[in-house]
C-alpha cells in the first residue's frame, strides 16, 4: 500500500520553528521527487519546496527561501522541511506529494501519484 504521512505540525508562535516530516511507503522513494505544498483557508494549494530523492537536488519557491529547508533521509525514505522564523501567513495545511517526473518546479496537483493527508500548521501572532 503506498502511503505519504505528513507529520509535526502544530500551534507555535511567530518567530518559532517547526519541522515537518512526510514518510513514505510503499513505492521505490528513489525513484520519485517529493514536494511539500500548503493550502491557506481560502486560497489554492501552492508548491513551497521540492528534493528529488536521487540526488538531493532542491527547488525553492522564492516566498520561503531563506526560511524553509528541505531534506531527506533515504534510509527512512522521509523527506523533512524545517521552517524558521515563523508568522501568520505560513498557517496552512502542508501537503506532501509524490512524482516520478524529475524536473524541479511545481507542477498541477492532478500531475502528482500520490499525496498525503496534509498536518495543520498554526502561526499565532
Known amino acids: 500500500e503506498v502511503q505519504l504521512v505528513e507529520s509535526g505540525g502544530g500551534l507555535v508562535q511567530a518567530g518559532g520553528s517547526l519541522r515537518l516530516s512526510c514518510a513514505a511507503s510503499?513505492?521505490?522513494?528513489?525513484?520519485?521527487?517529493i514536494h511539500w505544498f500548503r493550502q491557506r483557508v481560502g486560497k489554492e494549494r501552492e508548491g513551497v519546496s521540492c528534493i528529488r530523492a536521487s540526488d538531493g537536488s532542491t527547488y525553492y519557491a522564492d516566498s520561503v527561501k531563506g526560511r524553509f529547508t528541505i531534506s531527506s533521509d533515504n534510509a527512512k525514505n522521509t523527506v523533512y522541511l524545517q521552517i524558521n522564523n515563523l508568522n501568520p501567513e505560513d498557517t496552512a495545511v502542508y501537503y506532501c506529494?509524490?512524482?516520478?517526473?524529475?524536473?524541479?518546479?511545481?507542477?498541477?496537483?492532478?500531475?502528482?501519484?500520490?499525496w498525503g493527508q496534509g498536518t495543520q500548521v498554526t502561526v499565532s501572532s
Open positions: 506529494g509524490a512524482t516520478t517526473v524529475q524536473a524541479m518546479d511545481f507542477m498541477p496537483l492532478d500531475d502528482y501519484d500520490y
Open positions: 510503499g513505492f521505490t522513494f528513489d525513484d520519485y521527487v
